[in-house]
C-alpha cells in the first residue's frame, strides 16, 4: 500500500495541471455535498438537539390561576413523574427596549432548578434577582439587544438583561406575535411580600416513553382546574414544526438530490481522468503489472487527491449554507448543530475519498483488461455516422470532437441533466412557497375571507352584496384518546365542509355530517400515519375539557395544516367546545373584497381577514427560505459551470495539436470559441432535455412523494421556468467556451504543432 501511495504521488506531480482540473471537480462537487449536510443535517435534528440542550419538559401544562400548593398536592401523586417545576405567565404586557416596543409581552415568573429554556449567552436569573430578566435569542436578535440592556414594562418597571435564552416550545419572535422574558418569580415574592399565583406545570417524566400514563392520571387529577390545555414535547414539535411546514420536508428532500448530482459529479470526474490515462495504463500491462495492481494504484491517485480537495469542497459548502440554515433555525426557536456537524461531514469526506477511488479504481480495472494493443494506441475520434452532416465548419468540427469521447460526453451530460433538474426542482419549489404564502386554495381552502363573528350572523352575512355564502367554522386543539401524546386539531364547518374547505382526498370518502351512529371524520395524512388510522378506524380524542369524543373515520386527506395532524368532523361536535369560532365567507365573481369587509365589520365582526393561507405570512421567514434556496443554488450553479468547463478543458489539452491546425490555418479565437461550442452543445442540449424531463417525471413526484403526508403538492416547474433554466444552462455554455477558448490561444501555436 506505500508503494501504491508513494506511485500515486508522482502520478499527481508529473501531471499537475491535470490534477489541479481533477481537484477542482472534487472541490466543486464537495461543496455541494457540504452544503446538503448542513442542510439536511442543521434542519432535521433542530429540535431534538434544542429540546436537549433547553431541558424542555415532556408535559407543559396550563390552566387559570392557582395556588401553587394546591396544585402541587395533585401533582406530586402522579405516576411516572421525575420533576416537576411552576411558572407564572402574565400576557399582554407592553414591553419596551432599545427604542422597539410591544404590545404582546409574555412575562414568566420562574422558580426551581429545571427551567425548561437553554441560556446562550450571560447568565439565568436566581432566586434573589429582583432586578435581571433572561430574554429570547429571537427578540434580542429583532431588537439588537445585548446582556446589560434595559428592558422595561410601561414606565415603573425595568429590568437588566442577564442573559438570553432559547426555548423550541414555541418559534421566535417576530415569526411568533408575542415576546418572552423570563424574571425570578422568587425575588418578586419576597420584594413585594406577596405569594404569586401559578397557571403554568412544567413535568418531566421518569420513563418518556410513558408519558401518555403520566397524562392520563394528570387529566383524572385536573378536577378543578380552570382552562386546563396539556401539550407534549411531540406536540411541541408538531405545532413548532407547523411554522415551517412542509418547506423543512422539501429542504431536506431537495438536499438529497443535491447529494446525489455530486455524487454523480465525483464518478465522472475520476471516470474522466482514467480515459486520458489509458496510455499510461497500456504501457503498465506491457511491462508486466496485473489488473489489480493497476486499479489499485489508480484507487490510491484518486484517494490522494480526493482528501484535502475534499476537506477544502466540504468546507466551501458548509460555510455557504450555514448562515442561512442557522437563520432559519433562529426563527424556528431551534439551535445550529455547532460541533455536532463534524461527524457527518467527515462521513462526506470519507463518502468523497471512497467514490473518489472507487470511480478510479473500478474505470481502471476494466480498462486494464483491455487488450495492451488497444490501450497502447489510445482512443481516437469516432465517426458516427450520424455526426457526418454535421462535420463542417469549427462548430460541426466540434460535435465530432465530443461525439468521439461518448463515455466522457454521457458523463458530462448527466452532471448538467442533474444540475438541470436541481435547479428546475428549486424554481419550483420558490413557486409553491409563493402559494403557500399567498393562495389559501394551496390549502384546499376555497373561501377567501373569514369573520369573528357569532354562528347566528351566518343569515346576515350571506345577505351582504357580493358573498356567494357563508357558513361558521369551528377549531378546537384536543389530544388522541389512546396516544395523548399526539396533538389533533378538530375543523368543523355547519353543513358540507367541501365548498368551503377540502383539502384532496388521499383515500375513502368525505364525511356525512348527517349520518347516523358514530359521528363521521375525515383525518389529515399526518395524523393518519401517526395513529394508523384509515377508513373504518375509530378516532378517539379528549378535548380541553376532559370530554372524550370517537369518530368513524371515512376518508384521509392530505391536509397542510398541523402537519396534517388534523381532522374534519361535524360542527355540532367541536361547537361548544371549540378554541377559535368564525364565519368563513366566499365571495362571488368580481366582488370587491374590501367592500365585503367593511359590510362584515359593520355587522360587528371584531376581525374580517382574508383566510390563512400557508403555515407562516411572515416576511422575514420566507426571505430566509429564500436565502438557503439561494445559497444552495449558488453551489449548484457552480458544479454545473465546472462540469462544463472540465469538459471543454479536457477536450482543448487533448485536441491541442488540432486547435492548433486550425489556428495555423488562420482561425482566430471566435473560431476556436465556436469549436469549443460544438464540444458543449452536444453535452448541454441532451442534457437540459434529460434535466426538464427528470424534474417532471422523477424529481417532483419523488419529492411531492415525500411530503403525501401533508399535502397534494405539483412540483412541476412552469414553461417560464423551465425556459429560464435553459437560457441559463446556454449562458454557462457560452461562458465556458468563451473562457476555455481564451485560455486556449493565448498558447504558441507552435507547441500544439508539435503534438499534431
Not at 501511495?5 to 472534487?26: E, S, T
Not at 405545532?239 to 459529479?265: D, Y
Not at 464518478?267 to 486520458?276: F, G, L, S
Not at 417532483?700 to 412540483?715: E, F, K, N, S, V
Amino acid at each position: 500500500m506505500r508503494a501504491a501511495l508513494a506511485d500515486a504521488v508522482r502520478r499527481l506531480r508529473a501531471a499537475p495541471g491535470r490534477a489541479a482540473l481533477a481537484a477542482a471537480g472534487i472541490v466543486a462537487a464537495a461543496a455541494m455535498l457540504g452544503a446538503g449536510v448542513t442542510v439536511s443535517y442543521g434542519l432535521t435534528t433542530g429540535f431534538e438537539r434544542s429540546a436537549q440542550q433547553a431541558d424542555l419538559p415532556d408535559v407543559l401544562a396550563r390552566f387559570g390561576d392557582e395556588e401553587r400548593e394546591e396544585v402541587e398536592e395533585r401533582v406530586a401523586a402522579l405516576p411516572n413523574l421525575e420533576q416537576r417545576t411552576y411558572r407564572y405567565e402574565e400576557t399582554s404586557v407592553p414591553l419596551s427596549a432599545n427604542g422597539e416596543s410591544s404590545e404582546d409581552g409574555v412575562i414568566h415568573a420562574v422558580r426551581g432548578e429545571r427551567r425548561g429554556y437553554a441560556i446562550l449567552e450571560g447568565r439565568d436569573v436566581t432566586a434573589d434577582d429582583l432586578d435581571g430578566a433572561v430574554v429570547e435569542r429571537g427578540v434580542a436578535q429583532e431588537w439588537d439587544l445585548e446582556v446589560g440592556d434595559t428592558i422595561s414594562s410601561g414606565s415603573q418597571i425595568s429590568w437588566e438583561i442577564v442573559g438570553i435564552g432559547v426555548s423550541p416550545d414555541n418559534v421566535a419572535y417576530p415569526l411568533a406575535s408575542s415576546l418572552r422574558i423570563y424574571v425570578s418569580g422568587p425575588a418578586l415574592e419576597e420584594a413585594f411580600d406577596f405569594v404569586l399565583p401559578v397557571n403554568m406545570a412544567l413535568l418531566w417524566s421518569t420513563e418518556p416513553e410513558r408519558t401518555d400514563v403520566l397524562l392520563q392520571q394528570a387529566r383524572a387529577n385536573s378536577y378543578g382546574l380552570s382552562d386546563l390545555r396539556f401539550i407534549t414535547r411531540e406536540g411541541v414539535e408538531v405545532a413548532v414544526g407547523e411554522a415551517a411546514g412542509i418547506v423543512i420536508a422539501l429542504l431536506v428532500a431537495f438536499s438529497i438530490v443535491a447529494l446525489a448530482a455530486a455524487g454523480a459529479m465525483l464518478a465522472t470526474a475520476a471516470h474522466a481522468d482514467v480515459q486520458r490515462r489509458l496510455g499510461t495504463i497500456g504501457i503498465q500491462r506491457a511491462v508486466g503489472m496485473d489488473r489489480r495492481a493497476v486499479a489499485v494504484g489508480f484507487a490510491a491517485s484518486g484517494a490522494v487527491l480526493a482528501a484535502p480537495a475534499g476537506v477544502l469542497g466540504l468546507a466551501l459548502g458548509t460555510l455557504v449554507a450555514a448562515g442561512p440554515t442557522g437563520a432559519l433555525l433562529l426563527t424556528l426557536n431551534e439551535l445550529p448543530p455547532g460541533g455536532a456537524l463534524v461527524g457527518p461531514l467527515l462521513l462526506a469526506w470519507l463518502v468523497v475519498v471512497a467514490v473518489v477511488a472507487l470511480a478510479s479504481g473500478w474505470p481502471a480495472w476494466r480498462a486494464a483488461g483491455r487488450p495492451i494493443v488497444g490501450l497502447l494506441r489510445g482512443s481516437e475520434v469516432a465517426r458516427p455516422r450520424a455526426a457526418r452532416g454535421l462535420s463542417r465548419g469549427p462548430f460541426g468540427l466540434g460535435l465530432r470532437l465530443a461525439l468521439g469521447r461518448p463515455a466522457r460526453l454521457g458523463g458530462t451530460a448527466l452532471v448538467l441533466a442533474a444540475c438541470t433538474a436541481v435547479v428546475t426542482l428549486m424554481l419550483a419549489l420558490a413557486s409553491l412557497l409563493v402559494d403557500l404564502s399567498d393562495d389559501p386554495a394551496s390549502l384546499g381552502k376555497r373561501y377567501e375571507l373569514t369573520a369573528q363573528l357569532d354562528a347566528d350572523s351566518a343569515p346576515d352575512v350571506r345577505a351582504l352584496p357580493g358573498v356567494e355564502a357563508a357558513t361558521p367554522r369551528y377549531e378546537l386543539d384536543a389530544t388522541a384518546s389512546f396516544q395523548l401524546g399526539q396533538p389533533v386539531r378538530l375543523i368543523g364547518f355547519e353543513g358540507d365542509h367541501v365548498p368551503f374547505e377540502a383539502p384532496p382526498l388521499a383515500d375513502g370518502r368525505r364525511l356525512d355530517p348527517d349520518a347516523d351512529g358514530l359521528p363521521e371524520a375525515e383525518v389529515g395524512a399526518g395524523l393518519a400515519e401517526a395513529l394508523g388510522l384509515a377508513p373504518g378506524s375509530t378516532l378517539a380524542v379528549q378535548l380541553p375539557d376532559g370530554v372524550e369524543e370517537r369518530f368513524r373515520v371515512v376518508g384521509v386527506v392530505r391536509a397542510l395544516d398541523n402537519d396534517g395532524r388534523v381532522a374534519y368532523v361535524p360542527a355540532d361536535t367541536v361547537s361548544q367546545a371549540a378554541d377559535e369560532s368564525a364565519i368563513a365567507v366566499k365571495l362571488t365573481d368580481g366582488a370587491s373584497q374590501a367592500a365585503v369587509q367593511a359590510g362584515l365589520i359593520d355587522l360587528g365582526a371584531a376581525d374580517a381577514g382574508e383566510a390563512e393561507a400557508a403555515t407562516t405570512d411572515d416576511a422575514a421567514f420566507l426571505a430566509t427560505l429564500a436565502a438557503l434556496l439561494r445559497a444552495v443554488a449558488l453551489v449548484n450553479g457552480l458544479v454545473c459551470l465546472y462540469a462544463l468547463m472540465q469538459a471543454l478543458a479536457l477536450t482543448a489539452r487533448e485536441r491541442r495539436g488540432t486547435i492548433a491546425v486550425l489556428r495555423a490555418t488562420g482561425a482566430g479565437r471566435g473560431h476556436v470559441a465556436l469549436l469549443l461550442g460544438g464540444v458543449v452543445a452536444a453535452a448541454t442540449i441532451p442534457a437540459v432535455v434529460a434535466g426538464l424531463a427528470l424534474q417532471r417525471w422523477a424529481l417532483g413526484p419523488a419529492t411531492a412523494d415525500l411530503a403525501a403526508g401533508y399535502a397534494d403538492l405539483q412540483l412541476t416547474a412552469a414553461g417560464a421556468q423551465a425556459a429560464g433554466v435553459a437560457v441559463g444552462v446556454a449562458l454557462l455554455a457560452a461562458f465556458a467556451s468563451w473562457w476555455v477558448a481564451r485560455r486556449t490561444t493565448r498558447e504558441p501555436v507552435v507547441v500544439g504543432l508539435r503534438e499534431e
